[in-house]
């Protein structure tokens, strides 16, 4: 349910974030020891369960995933939502609801891991020949406006 419901997710990232900061600050040692350690219990279990996506500013352009039988609710989110899909698909997975399809072997950890790192050094190339495109497209900008 994080695709749909994302404006919930931001709110649940958000106070995770306060959280952080009243650690951070020492706001937290002021409060009573019961409500202190409620508060820590909190912010370990939002921890655990939002922080790979505390980062996310909105709903992803594209979503990556390595067993589409297991994650088929993932899978339906993207779809209604007009999200990209690329998935490791085996042999034994339906590959209609993915839009980019990797053959490959979804139950083997070195595979998913391989691929999974070959897409992240891609977006990394990608963004990075973006951010040099900027640079060079900014200075002609200069240029031309002189």
Do not use: W
């Amino acid at each position: 349910g994080m695709l749909t419901n994302f404006t919930t997710i931001q709110k649940r990232i958000f106070y995770m974030k306060e959280l952080e900061r009243m650690e951070e600050t020492g706001e937290m040692q002021a409060r009573h020891k019961k409500e202190r350690l409620r508060l820590r219990r909190e912010l370990i279990k939002l921890k655990a369960n939002l922080g790979g996506v505390a980062g996310l500013g909105r709903v992803p352009d594209a979503i990556f995933v390595v067993d589409v039988n297991a994650e088929h609710t993932a899978v339906k989110e993207a779809q209604r939502l007009g999200i990209k899909v690329l998935a490791l698909v085996d042999s034994n997975c339906d590959p209609d609801p993915v839009d980019m399809v990797i053959p490959g072997n979804d139950d083997a950890i070195r595979s998913a891991e391989l691929i999974a790192m070959a897409l992240a050094n891609a977006v990394i190339e990608g963004r990075e020949g973006l951010s040099k495109k900027q640079a060079v497209d900014d200075v002609a900008d200069a240029a031309v406006e002189d």
